[in-house]
């Protein structure tokens, strides 16, 4: 089954603690990106790559990392997480540079105290 | 720059009447134009898209939007609003000034089913 993956699915965590939220897709597809949601804004484009070792920030990059090592994998990083980054966080994969149609994961909630 | 406007935060029907989610939408050129729905502690799930093909776009499970450039609208669609239907729904506008389809979504409207 077509799907991208996110774990872990809920997590707490404390200021300054050092977390990796993974994503994997197995559609062989090039370009994959994360968005956070928060209440009443919709998604806000994090990072996005257009390929392996190919990243670039999107619109709200402060204080996350991404590597794109694999072309199924995407992690998103945060060194040291603060409590204004608790939000649901999704990843989303899709084809080629005009990308049509992108697929989601099913989200990760994560709450930093 | 692309924008899209959800007219509405929240919107509230009773099963078996029609619903109408409203969007505007901000382009400097023709764009793409999607919808998206999102069920409680689900991913999003494509509805369904415009791309410059026929104006009155369907979807899945009955929905439909039409696209009008006069009044730069994208509003979503449904004949008869089903419990199932309850979920959050993103209009979406394409964005291809950075060299690739960069998504840009609307705050989101919340569908209410009411028995």
């Known amino acids: 089954e077509a799907q991208v993956t996110q774990n872990p699915r809920y997590l707490i965590t404390v200021t300054g603690k050092k977390l990796t939220v993974t994503c994997s897709q197995n559609?062989?597809?090039?370009?994959m990106s994360w968005y956070r949601q928060d209440p009443g804004l919709g998604l806000r484009q994090i990072y996005y790559s257009m390929n392996v070792e190919v990243t670039d920030k999107g619109d709200v990059p402060e204080g996350y990392k991404v590597s794109r090592k694999e072309k199924r994998n995407f992690p998103l990083i945060l060194e040291s997480p603060s409590p204004n980054q608790t939000s649901l966080y999704f990843c989303a994969s899709g084809e080629g540079r005009t990308v049509d149609t992108q697929y989601f994961g099913p989200g990760t909630r994560l709450t930093v105290l | 720059a692309q924008s899209v406007t959800q007219l509405d935060s929240h919107v509230s029907v009773s099963e078996g009447t029609p619903v109408l989610l409203r969007c505007n939408y901000s382009s400097s050129y023709s764009p793409s134009l999607f919808w998206y729905v999102q069920h409680p502690n689900k991913g999003l799930q494509l509805l369904l898209k415009?791309?410059?093909?026929?104006?009155l776009v369907k979807g899945i499970n009955g929905f439909e939007a039409e696209f009008k450039k006069s009044e730069t609208s994208f509003h979503l669609t449904k004949p008869s609003a089903h419990m199932s239907d309850a979920a959050e729904y993103f209009c979406?506008?394409?964005?291809?000034?950075?060299?690739?389809?960069?998504?840009?979504f609307g705050a989101g409207t919340r569908l209410a089913v009411h028995p």
């Open positions: 979406v506008v394409s964005d291809l000034t950075g060299g690739y389809n960069k998504l840009i």
């Open positions: 559609m062989n597809h090039e370009y």
């Open positions: 415009y791309t410059s093909a026929a104006t």
